[in-house]
């Protein structure tokens, strides 16, 4: 019988020591030749490739079919600095809404001027993060577990899922969604560094980088509780050296939270559009809707809330069993369940916090395709879970449920969410062709039925679409005459 059995020396279960094979081992053919039983020996890692390869090239297509060179909606305010010419400072402390731009806003001011601001450019972009946290996130099975297997197509299937067009046909936020998912999964993989200097410098880096970087801030909070786990058990196994560098880490992690706030502005995250307004106690059912929509099923289904809520509730009994390991130091478990805690606090953090911050808006707001990310990244810690479970048949069964849900969230795509994204192109093809023919913002919206953004005059949109033309940029790029 196969038992899961970790092949990093510094995550091993006993049952390795007992002679038993891991769980990712392909067991003998009798009889099947030596080419035959290499094949078999590489079907899953072959399989994996070739289901990353499948749907990378998909959502590069439909990326590169939707995506339109105009900005839209939040873009022309992240784009402020650029008019302005800020600094790289300013484009990375860059604060919208509750988060900051971070290392988004940076990589977004680098494309802009390599591309002169394509919005399409941005959008691929979105894609190659996502491409890169599947890499990591595959990586991060093989440190924890060992060889892949074939139910590790569950990672690129919710991570490369079309399910995320907001961020790539709608206002593309680098920040908002790809980024941060990969700074949580690189944080994951930093904890696995073997050295504490190569650890705790590498997991101070990134938290850096996620604090500032849209919503990875709330890794912010779960970074410090992981470096005061480490100091205390350093403190009670009376290894002061040991305690001491997780006490200075700690210290660095809080005081990147103190920079994060320093000039920080609380703002509503959406005001009530309609009286009377939603009770605040429909936000845990808003959270559910979000997890149930990264199966494609909304609001308006009756399933939809009855699915959301109880994966909701799986998730946060989940992340509470792995936080217990975590406070018993559970030497053969702790690897796994602290990315299966970083992974779900992160994803929990975010849905709860949005939920609560939007409830205003209504259950419709929960199906929202920029938050499918971030509910992804909870599935994953979900299936990170499921690999630790000892019982056979009970990890069997899981596994292929992950591998069904991941193929429903990774291939499908609904006829509301297909109609939302053709008309989010349609319209912004529409809109960019009427306004270079005339220049008129208010025409263009009633022209279209289509709004480039809601308030022109808030942000300046008349200014700034003269700034484009004079420097033939973003919509006036490949305009008539552009260089």
Not at 34 to 50: E, K
Not at 91 to 120: C, E, I, N, Y
Not at 282 to 304: I, Q, V
């Amino acid at each position: 019988m196969y038992v899961l059995c970790h092949t990093d020396a510094r995550v091993r279960e006993p049952a390795c020591a007992q002679g038993r094979r891991p769980m990712s081992a392909t067991p003998a053919v009798p009889g099947a030749a030596p080419g035959a039983r290499g094949i078999l020996r590489h079907l899953p890692l072959l399989l994996v490739v070739a289901v990353t390869a499948a749907q990378l090239a998909r959502l590069v297509a439909f990326t590169r079919h939707y995506a339109v060179d105009i900005l839209f909606r939040d873009q022309w305010d992240l784009s402020g600095p650029l008019f302005s010419g800020a600094s790289p400072w300013r484009v990375f402390d860059l604060q919208h809404g509750p988060h900051r731009q971070g290392l988004g806003g940076l990589v977004s001011w680098g494309l802009a001027v390599a591309t002169r601001w394509d919005s399409r450019a941005e959008a691929l972009a979105a894609v190659a993060i996502a491409a890169l946290a599947v890499v990591a996130a595959l990586w991060l099975r093989r440190r924890l577990f060992g060889a892949l297997t074939c139910s590790d197509v569950v990672i690129p299937l919710l991570l490369l899922s079309r399910l995320q067009y907001e961020v790539l046909a709608g206002p593309t936020n680098l920040s908002h969604g790809p980024l941060p998912v990969l700074l949580a999964v690189l944080l994951c993989l930093a904890w696995t560094l073997p050295t504490r200097p190569a650890r705790y410098g590498t997991v101070l880096f990134l938290n850096f980088l996620a604090v500032f970087t849209g919503f990875g801030m709330f890794l912010g909070a779960i970074t410090p509780v992981l470096l005061a786990l480490d100091a205390w058990a350093a403190w009670r196994a009376r290894d002061r050296q040991a305690a001491a560098g997780a006490g200075a880490a700690l210290g660095v992690a809080l005081l990147t939270v103190a920079a994060f706030f320093a000039g920080y502005t609380i703002t509503p995250a959406a005001a009530c559009p309609h009286a009377p307004c939603p009770a605040a106690w429909t936000a845990p059912r808003d959270a559910g809707l979000m997890f149930a929509n990264a199966f494609g099923l909304k609001w308006y289904d009756g399933a939809g809330p009855i699915v959301g809520i109880v994966l909701l509730a799986c998730a946060a009994v989940v992340l509470v069993h792995h936080a217990r390991r975590l406070t018993r130091r559970e030497p053969a478990a702790e690897q796994a369940s602290r990315s299966a805690s970083i992974l779900l606090g992160f994803s929990l953090l975010f849905v709860l916090g949005a939920a609560a911050g939007r409830f205003q808006l209504g259950a419709p707001a929960a199906g929202a395709s920029r938050y499918y990310l971030y509910v992804a990244t909870g599935l994953l810690g979900l299936y990170v879970h499921l690999l630790t479970v000892r019982r056979t048949a009970v990890r069997r069964a899981g596994l292929a449920l992950a591998v069904a849900g991941a193929a429903l969230a990774g291939l499908h795509l609904t006829g509301a969410d297909a109609d939302t994204v053709a008309r989010l192109s349609r319209g912004k093809r529409e809109w960019k062709r009427c306004y270079v023919a005339t220049e008129s913002i208010a025409g263009c919206d009633r022209a279209t039925g289509f709004v480039i953004y809601p308030r022109p005059e808030a942000t300046g949109l008349a200014a700034k679409l003269d700034y484009l033309k004079r420097n033939r940029l973003n919509l006036y790029a490949d305009a008539p005459g552009a260089q």
